[in-house]
């Protein structure tokens, strides 16, 4: 599977978790009430918890709002960094087996079928029918095609989402403002991906995260979002001078820790280390 490279010596790559700092609670309250009319869109978007150091909370359609406030920077969560795609999330666990323990984030959207027949309720709503059957169309205007067994659409490649009345949830997903080939070289063949057995459909739209449980892409439910819920993030940020030029000591790694990045301490070291 292809990873992200990096290949500026003078940036180390960084990912971590979204601290409430980063958020204030008021300003995302005014921002989702004068960006969206509908109570049901609101009450949708309206379910971080502010009251911890991290940023608790997450699902794919908060996730894409909160990382597409600027629209002069789409795509770009406050601390200039992008949700965290797959591949990265794979070398956090690369570095840290436990980083998802008794967490969860979301990191795209598993498209299966153009259309979506779950009817949770028995009567007759499907509420992601009218949501995947859009962006199906989205996708075809950038001639991109379900492969078989479905695709995996990073919620990186995601703009905020639009208002839609006829959304059982108020909202639908809207692809950024990307070439065709910028979106198809990031939207990637489910099959390419290995998936937690028994978390997985074969119809319709439905979230991909990763969990405690390992790599699951079976909840529907596009609006859920609990406790457990972490906005990950992944991106570069400027590496020490005294590293750049090649001397490795403590006052890296206390720089970094100042930025709030432990984590990104010894995969950015080797990785440096070999250029």
């Known amino acids: 599977m292809r990873k992200i490279i ?6 180390v790559p960084a990912r971590g978790i979204a601290p409430s700092s ?4 008021a300003a995302w309250r005014d921002f989702i009430n004068t960006s969206f009319e509908s109570t049901t869109a609101r009450d949708n978007l309206k379910k971080y918890n502010f009251n911890d150091p991290e940023l608790r909370g997450s699902s794919p359609l908060m996730s894409t709002t909160y990382a597409n406030m ?8 406050p601390n ?9 999330m ?8 436990n980083y998802f323990s008794g967490i969860y984030s979301d990191f795209g959207l598993a498209l299966v079928t153009p259309y979506d027949n779950w009817d949770p309720d028995d009567d007759g709503k499907k509420p992601n029918d009218f949501v995947t059957r859009n962006l199906y169309e989205q996708l075809q205007a950038h001639e991109i095609e ?18 839609n009345s006829e959304s059982a949830y108020g909202l639908l997903f809207k692809l950024q403002d990307l070439s065709s080939q910028e979106l198809k070289d990031q939207i990637r063949p ?5 998936w937690t057995q028994g978390w997985t459909r074969d119809e319709g739209l439905a979230r991909a995260c990763r969990n405690d449980r390992g790599w699951d892409r079976g909840d529907r439910n596009l609006d859920i979002s609990g406790s457990g819920g972490r906005v990950v ?13 090649g001397h490795s000591d403590e006052k890296w790694k206390s720089a970094l820790e100042a930025e709030g990045l432990p984590k990104a301490y010894d995969l950015a070291k080797a990785r440096l280390d070999n250029n």
């Open 146 to 163: 379900l492969t078989d067994g479905g695709i995996l659409i990073p919620l990186s490649v995601l703009g905020r989402p639009q208002e």
């Open 6 to 11: 990096y290949s500026n010596p003078e940036k």
């Open 190 to 194: 489910l099959a390419e991906y290995g």
């Open 233 to 245: 993030w992944a991106g570069v940020v400027d590496a020490p001078r005294n590293l750049v030029q």
């Open 70 to 77: 600027n629209p002069d920077k789409p795509g770009s969560l």
């Open 80 to 88: 200039g960094h992008i949700l965290a795609p797959r591949e990265e």
């Open 90 to 97: 794979e070398i956090i666990l690369e570095e840290d087996a």
């Open 22 to 25: 980063d958020l204030e609670q």
